[in-house]
């Protein structure tokens, strides 16, 4: 798929069909995640996935009963090994940069999972110790998104965006050129 319509066709999925995500098309998502950019090229992610149905149900629980995470076949938790970021950036790299990091190879995530025919969903909306304690994740690795995978059971809603000249300032905060003056 070309990159533009990539980027214009992927939207959240949150309903999935029962069908196994492939093995190879996992392995291609978490080898697209690990291309993401990092802060010193520290790549401080670590990945989950997690097939078994009572550990899904529990991340599901964990993530405000959001249960539809539980109905796909597979999800990957994105996490920060945020000790990482901390070795050479300090509380920077373990407060700020370490997030941005993770946010990057979940993005990817989204974009190799549609670029194969599948359908995901960042979850951002769980509580943290909960998803921790699930997962025996160590105090320094924090989790950034849970994100179910699979073949979409729906067309995802289509959301519109803010328009650019809502959005976008020439050379000082406030000032709002037209396009054209950009
Ligand atoms: C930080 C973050 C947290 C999010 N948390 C959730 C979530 O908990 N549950 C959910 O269904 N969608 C979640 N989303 C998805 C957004 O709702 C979605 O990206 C937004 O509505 C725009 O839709 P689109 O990505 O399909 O275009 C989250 C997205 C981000 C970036």
Redesign the pocket.
């Known amino acids: 798929m070309e990159f533009s319509d990539l980027i214009r066709r ?3 999925v ?1 309903s999935f069909k029962e069908r196994p995500v492939e093995h190879e098309k996992l392995i291609k998502i978490l080898t697209s995640a690990v291309r993401a950019p990092s802060a010193g090229h520290l790549q401080p992610w670590e990945f989950i996935v997690v097939k078994d149905e009572q550990v899904k149900r529990s991340l599901a629980e964990a ?2 009963k ?1 249960m ?1 995470i539980a109905e796909a076949p597979v999800v990957i938790v994105t996490c920060v090994d945020t000790e990482r970021s901390a070795s050479r950036y300090g509380d920077r790299g373990r407060r700020f940069y370490s997030i941005i990091d993770g946010s990057y190879a979940s993005l990817l995530i989204l974009l190799a999972a549609r670029d194969l025919g599948l359908g995901a ?6 509580k943290d110790d909960e998803v921790a304690r699930i997962l025996e994740l160590p105090a320094h690795v924090r989790p950034i ?1 849970i994100i179910p995978i699979g073949y979409p059971a729906e067309r ?4 519109e965006r803010l328009q650019l000249e809502q959005v976008v300032h020439l050379n000082r905060y406030g000032n709002r050129a037209s396009l054209q003056g950009l």
């Open positions: 992927r939207g959240m949150r993530a405000l959001q539809f969903c960042f979850v951002g909306a769980y998104g995802p809603p289509r959301y």
